[in-house]
């Protein structure tokens, strides 16, 4: 069974690895996501890294199963095997809303019908864009899904 996440800053990003295959790899995503972010670097990076074994080849509905009791948290960032052997460390984006059991009818046939993304793949550099943005409700994910899927790898890269 997999660990409940403590202290975590509200503000801080969510990183998993579930992948222990390549060090060097991890320190790279860990540089990465560690910088200034914003245009101009004006942001420090706050992230909340979760680099424990026990984690190892976790699925992500077993990362979304313990993650899901943060009320305060819209987005989990994944370190996997993807990840790790990638040029560009995209990390695996989990959409961590759960819909509301009410839902009106007509709306939940749309959701059937045509189910909304609830994953992308981002570099370790725009993880607090995603991150910030959807915290503010500046954007919802299917923005940053979209923005993905427009790249010509599938990867969302850092904005401006």
């Known amino acids: 069974m997999l660990p409940e996440i403590v202290g975590r800053d ?15 790899a991890w320190r790279a995503v860990v540089a990465e996501v560690s910088q200034p972010w914003g245009l101009n670097g004006e942001y420090e990076a706050r992230v909340h890294l979760v680099d424990d074994p026990v984690w190892a080849g976790a699925a992500p509905d077993a990362v979304l199963g ?6 305060e948290l819209s987005v989990v960032f994944v370190a996997d095997k993807v990840t790790m052997r990638s040029a560009h460390r995209a990390l695996l984006a989990l959409d961590t809303f759960v819909e509301d059991e009410d839902l009106d009818p007509m709306y939940y046939q749309e959701l059937i019908d045509s189910p909304p ?9 725009a993880v607090h864009d995603v991150h910030v943005n959807l915290a503010i409700a500046n954007l919802d994910f299917q923005d940053f899904t979209e923005a993905a899927l427009a790249d010509p790898e599938g990867v969302l890269r850092p904005m401006g």
């Open 117 to 125: 993304a609830r994953e992308f793949r981002t570099t370790p550099a």
């Open 10 to 24: 509200a503000f801080a990003a969510l990183v998993i690895r579930t992948d222990y295959d390549d060090e060097s």
């Open 66 to 71: 313990v993650v899901e009791r943060d009320e």
